[in-house]
Every structure is written in C-alpha cells, then in structure tokens.
C-alpha cells in the first residue's frame, strides 16, 4: 500500500473526505456493503469500477444528496449526513460537481448558467461577473458560444460549460461525474489538461468518477477500485497497473472473464432457450 | 376493510401528508422568493401573459352565449332589459373564476408540472441544491406565486370581455338598449359579488398552482411519469376547482 493510506506524517495532506464504513442500499439492494475510502487535499482521486458499483452513489453521498444507512461520510471534518440544511448548503458551496449530462438550467443560455452560482451567492458587481464568466469560458474553449442556449450545445459542450460553471467560484473540491464520456479527442485532451492544471496551479482537491482507466492514469494520484460495494483496491495507477490481483487485471484489461460478473444473473443460457423453443 | 382498500386509504394519506408538507415548504420558500421580484414578473408573464389570448377568446365567446342564452329566456318574460345584470352576475361570481381556472389548469398548469419535472429528470434541480441553491426558493415559489397572481389577473380581463361578447349581442344584434344594458348591470353588481369573484379566483389560483408544482416536483423523472403527473394536473385541478366552487359559493350566499 502506498504512503497515501499508511504513513500520515507530519506533512500529509489533509484528509477532506472521509468515507468510513458506509452502507448504503437501494430497497432490498446493497450498493455499500462497509466502504472505506479517503480524499486528501489537493490531489487527484480517481473512483474507478464496473457499471453498477455505485460511483454516482457515492458522489451524491458526498454531496449530502443521500445518506448513508450506517457509517459516516465526514467532508472538511463534517459528518454531511448530520448537517442541517443552512451548514450542509455551507459545505457544498465549497464543492464543485461537473455532471455526467451537465445538468445546465435550460432556460438560461450558456453564459448565464456559468454567471449563475457567482449571482446567487455574491454581490460582485456585473464587470467583474462578467470577467469571471468569460475567463472561464475561454478555459474550457467556449467563450465564443457565450449567448448559445443548452438546447444549441453537443453533449460534448454542454460538459465543457458545466465544467465552467463548477470552477467558476473557485471551490476547494472538485467532483466529476464521467467526465470523459463522449468527448472527441481534442476536448478530452483539453479537459483531461484542465483537470490536471487546475489541481496543480490552484490545488483544488478532485474526486474524478471514471470508466476511462488509460486517461485517468494520466492525471490520478491515487486511484480505487470499486466492486460488490467494496474498495477492492487501491493505489497509485502505476501500482494498479502492476497489481497480480484478478480483479484489478480484469478490469485495466476489459475481459469479460473474471471476478467481476458481466452477466446480469439470469437462468441457464441452454435451458432459458429450450424453454422458448418448447 | 379488504386489502386494496387499506392500501388505497393509505396511499391517500401518505399523498395528503406528501402535499401538506411540501406546501408548508413552499410557504417557507415564497418569504425569501418575495425579495426576487424579477423571478415572479417572469413567471407571470410566462403563466399569465402567454394565456391571455386562448383567456381572451373564452371570454368573448362566453359572453356572446350567455347574451344569446339569457335573452332567449329573458324575452319570454319581456325582460330582456334584466339582460345586463344576469350577464354581469353569471360572469362575476361564476363563470369568470372557474372558466379562467380550467383554462388556466389546462394551459399554463401542465406546463408548470412539465417544466419542472423535466428540470428534475434532467437533474436541474440536483444541480442547484448541490450548488447551495434551494430550488423550492429559485424554481418552486416564483412559480407558484406568478400562478397566483396571474389567475385573478386573467379572471378580470376574461369577465371584462365576456360582458363585451355579451354586450355585442345583446346591444348590438338583439337590440336591447345600450344605456339600459350597462346601467342594469352596473346597479345589480354589490362589492359583495366583485369580492366574491376575487376571492374565487384567488383560491383557484393557489390551488391550481400547488397542485400543478407539486406533482411537477414529485413526478417520476421519465417520459412515461412526467405524462402522467402533467395528467393528474389537469384532473385534480379541475375536479377541486369545481368543488372548491361549490363551497365558496355556499359560504357567500
């Protein structure tokens, strides 16, 4: 196991989130089943795993969305799931979360919905609003769609904005949802860039939820691995890279065969289409 | 009681207690909403003054039938001098309010249960709360307070034009006299029946406006749920806009 988790000295960073024996279940179904994870400041965290493992889960558990059913998801020391409303909206205005669709308000066009958040929760004058928008829209490639509507935008786009509009009030932590999915290579090249440069030049703390093991090895200090509501490992990219364990191997290679299940339980193949035939 | 009634009994509680807990919500929400005038303005204008023409057209419609209707029954009686004040009565106190509520319901409350549950199956709504905003504050209140205030709006402007249909039928084909028309129906109409009219429409407003954000809210965030939640839109606002009227009008007479 890397320093990351065994030697919290004197000059480790400072663990901003803190998962801790968490369960969590949708009806009957488990998604947590005792998930140990830490985020420390200013580093890149990757949460890597199969579709179904409850990445997006754990993010909206992050964010205070969900509460946990047992354990404790403590953010800046803060155990989100016991905040009130008035300190919860405190701790997540310290958050920023790019989503898996971008989640842009509809009836605002792009430049608004990046103004949005400085509006709502500052008074700074338009001029300096307005230098804050566009400095933002040109990092990500779009300040010449500034007066285009959601409706007018890619999928591609619309992430790039909703990137925009997450980093626009400088937040300690950044949350990303997928944030590579869809993307032509040049704007997943951009992003993978802005990712790492706003980690490196402001260190903002990210937490990058992501099916894309080759461009997150790239950028990831530390990475886990999520599988039947575990942590079934965790490193830096380079040491899951040289894990000799199934799963993490299966899941770096893409193989259908392994200890993680591809298959949906289901009957037996042959008897299932016996039956039919019958 | 068998099985599907208890579970029946229990859904209609767990609804009632669903609703009465968002609305004491949304009151909380409309104080603060209150200080973002420009919010409710557009949702006025969204609600209020996109409905104006299909409210406009309704209401001379109604008039021109009521002028027709009434004076067919007034002229067997030789009082078609009456005409004015049944015309103005039927539209103040009745006709007006609720007729401006279906429509209202029809037009401008499935969009507001659309618009809304489509901002939360895209995750709109989840956006805001995790950018510190509450949507009840940003999205609910302005919506329900623009459908509050347009309803008694738009229920003034279909009763003006209404008396106008009636009053073009009336006065200008069937031939009764302009001067009696309008001073009949100036004397006949008290404060008590202007108030009455207002106080309909106010209470329709707020309740096609609650009902409308709140299955919007609450919708199952798929095609298939915002279809049905804009669907019981309709339905429960209508069926409480006419029994709403029934007690109100117990109440005033």
């Known amino acids: ?126 001029s300096l609003i307005r230098k804050l928008v566009l400095t933002k829209l040109e990092a990500v490639g779009l300040r010449g769609a500034a007066e285009l509507m959601p409706a007018e935008l890619s999928g591609g786009m619309a992430r790039r904005v909703a990137l925009a509009r997450a980093i626009v009030t400088d937040p300690e932590i950044l949350i990303y949802d997928e944030p590579f999915v869809g993307l032509d290579p040049i704007s997943l090249g951009v992003i993978l860039r802005l990712v790492k440069q706003m980690n490196d030049a402001l260190k903002i703390t990210s937490v990058v939820v992501s099916h894309d093991v080759h461009e997150i090895a790239t950028i990831a200090d530390y990475t886990y691995l999520l599988s039947d509501g575990k942590v079934v490992a965790s490193g830096t990219p380079a040491e899951l890279a040289r894990s000799d364990s199934a799963t993490v191997q299966q899941f770096m290679t893409g193989g259908a065969e392994g200890p993680v299940r591809f298959h949906y339980p289901a009957p037996d193949y042959a008897e299932q289409l016996m039956e039919v035939s019958r | 009681m068998s099985n599907g009634a208890r579970v029946g009994v229990l859904e209609l509680v767990r ?127 302005p919506r329900f307070l623009g459908g509050l205030i347009a309803v008694p709006l738009l229920t003034a402007i279909f009763t003006v034009v209404g008396l106008f249909g009636a009053q073009l039928i009336g006065v200008q084909f069937l031939g009764v006299d302009h001067g009696i028309f309008w001073s009949q129906a100036q004397s006949a109409v008290a404060l008590k029946d202007v108030t009455e009219g207002v106080v309909k429409s106010v209470v329709f407003g707020a309740v096609i406006s609650l009902i409308a954000v709140n299955e919007g809210y609450h919708s199952e965030p798929t095609a298939e749920g915002i279809g049905r939640a804009t669907t019981r839109t309709v339905v429960a606002s209508s069926v409480m806009t006419l029994l709403l009227d029934y007690v109100l009008t117990a109440i005033f007479l």
Not at chain 2, 86 to 94: G, H, M, P, S, T
Not at chain 2, 118 to 127: K, S
């Open chain 1, 1 to 126: 196991m890397s320093d990351y988790q065994s030697n919290p000295g004197a000059d480790a960073p400072e663990v901003v989130i803190d998962a801790r024996g968490v369960h969590y279940a949708i009806g009957n179904r488990p998604i947590f089943d005792g998930l140990d994870l830490t985020v420390k400041r200013g580093l890149i965290t990757a949460v890597m795993g199969p579709s179904g493992t409850g990445k997006t889960t754990l993010l909206r558990l992050i964010t205070g969305e969900i509460h946990a059913g047992s354990g404790r998801v403590a953010v800046f020391g803060q155990d989100i799931g016991a905040l009130r409303t008035r300190e919860l909206y405190a701790t997540r205005r310290r958050m920023g979360v790019l989503f898996q669709n971008g989640a842009l308000l509809t009836d605002l066009d792009v430049y608004e919905n990046v103004a949005f958040p400085v509006r709502e929760h500052t008074d700074l004058p338009e």
């Open chain 2, 15 to 141: 609804k009632t207690g669903e609703t009465s807990v968002f609305f004491l919500r949304l009151l909380a929400a409309c104080i603060p909403a209150l200080g973002r005038p420009r919010l409710i303005i557009a949702q006025i204008y969204n609600a209020g003054a996109r409905s104006l023409i299909i409210i406009m057209l309704s209401g001379l419609f109604t008039g021109m039938v009521l002028g027709l209707q009434f004076y067919a029954v007034l002229n067997r009686f030789g009082a078609t001098e009456a005409l004015g004040t049944a015309v103005a009565l039927a539209l103040l106190k009745e006709l007006g309010p609720v007729l401006t509520a279906l429509l209202f319901a029809g037009r401008a409350g499935t969009a507001l249960t659309s618009e809304i549950g489509l901002m939360r199956a895209t995750d709109q709504l989840t956006a805001m709360e995790v950018m510190a905003v509450d949507p009840m504050r940003h999205v609910v209140a």
